[in-house]
């Protein structure tokens, strides 16, 4: 998704455990990269304390936020998940996406248009069994998105959107679960094997489009191969 916004002439500001570029080479100028662990409250509030993101926003007429970050883990029946599992899991799938939120809307008060996008899952629609905590944290993000469009906020617009089935690191994860705890793995081999996973540049690139469009918000919940 980064790629498609400055593709269309955005500045972005990537967040992410690690930078993505090379090290010992520069960044490119429409790209200000933080390394930051977005499962660590203290961590993203040290950073927001910073005042770093309400400087890059300073003045933007225009202002997006992306909220992507997510784990599918634990994977596994109730009871069999572990506290700290579940409590990394919601920390990355829901707590940063509302800290990022809350503070994204403080420092926008002035932007003529301002857009924020929840990366979802049919998942938060539809329960999969070993997959009760992933599909409750990506159930929160939607029903976020439902309270926050309700208090109408000016100038804002807000949506999650699930993005479909994409090829990454998380569905090699789901392959690689015992069917005992997955019992819908079969299915997941499935798409792989017959080629039905879209991949991450197509699908951001699908993401990007509909939250660029006129359409983006009209529904607080929406799967972005139906926009």
């Known amino acids: 998704m980064m790629v498609a916004l400055r593709n269309a002439g955005y500045q972005v500001m990537g967040i992410s455990r690690q930078t993505l570029h090379t090290p010992d080479l520069p960044a490119p100028t429409e790209l200000t990269e933080i390394a930051l662990d977005l499962s660590q ?63 994204f809307i403080a420092a926008t008060e002035n932007c003529r248009q301002r857009r924020i996008l929840h990366v979802s899952s049919g998942a938060a629609r539809s329960a999969y069994p070993g997959w009760s905590v992933y599909c409750a944290s990506k159930a929160a993000l939607d029903h976020h998105a439902r309270a926050v469009a309700a208090e109408k906020h000016p100038n804002l617009r807000i949506s999650s959107v699930a993005p479909g089935v994409i090829d990454t690191d998380m569905q090699a994860e789901i392959r690689a679960t015992h069917p005992d705890l997955f019992p819908m793995k079969q299915k997941f081999d499935d798409l792989k094997r017959q080629g039905l996973l879209a991949s991450p540049e197509q699908a951001g690139d699908a993401l990007v489009r509909h939250l660029l469009s006129e359409s983006f918000g009209l529904q607080a919940c929406e799967d972005v191969r139906n926009c």
Do not use: T
């Open 41 to 103: 409250a203290d961590a993203i509030q040290q950073w927001l304390n910073s005042q770093a993101l309400k400087q890059f926003l300073q003045g933007a007429s225009q202002a997006l936020l992306i909220n992507n970050a997510g784990q599918i883990a634990p994977i596994a029946p109730v009871g069999h998940q572990g506290a700290n599992a579940i409590a990394s899991a919601i920390a990355l799938n829901v707590s940063s996406a509302l800290i990022l939120s809350d503070a």
